[in-house]
T-cell receptor
Framework: GNSVTQMEGPVTLSEEAFLTINCTYTATGYPSLFWYVQYPGEGLQLLLKATKADDKGSNKGFEATYRKETTSFHLEKGSVQVSDSAVYFCALIGAAGNKLTFGGGTRVLVKP | GAGVSQSPRYKVAKRGQDVALRCDPISGHVSLFWYQQALGQGPEFLTYFQNEAQLDKSGLPSDRFFAERPEGSVSTLKIQRTQQEDSAVYLC?????????FGQGTRLTVV
């Protein structure tokens, strides 16, 4: 079946630091890949997505590239802000499906 | 409505009690999903509706869990004879064109 593995947190950074959250997946065919973010006290929000190999999703300064050869979709941001403190979830929808399979989430804390 | 609305936001149930969790999806969204999120973990799929039809219920953990969407809009997730391991946040999402929009969830605590 499908699965997503992402680095465990918490990840603690200083403001303006570089952020990387690793995500790898197992799926048959070509899944669609997503990053969701959950800010404190709020629901899950779609951050970015990529639907085919080599696509790059980007939003709010975050980027992730769909790497079929390494089955990865690592999330990066060049300069984090305190407001980026949240839990980040990597997820996929399988090629023939419509339900999301999530990783375990990575808590990020950005200190001023 | 503007977003997916879930109620109640918090529910405390005594072990053995039945509970009903409600989801109001975004108007016009055909697809509706329920997920269960245990503390410190990612959400896990429970069940999926397309309009009023329940097309996938493979994630429901036991026959104590039941979901319905009789008119293709509002959905209810019912848990009978709750047990402590049912304590979790229950998330509802509605979807259009492949993008899922999540509600804030219902946090269920079974004591």
């Amino acid at each position: 079946g499908n699965s997503v593995t992402q680095m465990e947190g918490p990840v603690t950074l200083s403001e303006e630091a570089f952020l990387t959250i690793n995500c790898t997946y197992t799926a048959t065919g070509y899944p669609s890949l997503f990053w969701y973010v959950q800010y404190p006290g709020e629901g899950l929000q779609l951050l970015l997505k990529a639907t085919k190999a080599d696509d790059k999703g980007s939003n709010k300064g975050f980027e992730a590239t769909y790497r079929k050869e390494t089955t990865s979709f690592h999330l990066e941001k060049g300069s984090v802000q305190v407001s980026d403190s949240a839990v980040y979830f990597c997820a996929l929808i399988g090629a023939a499906g419509n339900k999301l399979t999530f990783g375990g989430g990575t808590r990020v804390l950005v200190k001023p | 409505g503007a977003g997916v609305s879930q109620s109640p936001r918090y529910k405390v149930a005594k072990r053995g009690q039945d509970v009903a969790l409600r989801c109001d999806p975004i108007s016009g969204h055909v697809s509706l999903f329920w997920y269960q999120q245990a503390l410190g973990q990612g959400p896990e799929f429970l069940t999926y509706f397309q309009n009023e039809a329940q097309l996938d219920k493979s994630g429901l953990p036991s026959d104590r869990f039941f979901a319905e969407r009789p008119e293709g809009s509002v959905s209810t997730l019912k848990i009978q004879r709750t047990q402590q391991e049912d304590s979790a946040v229950y998330l509802c999402a509605s979807s259009l064109a492949g993008e899922a929009f999540f509600g804030q969830g219902t946090r269920l605590t079974v004591v």
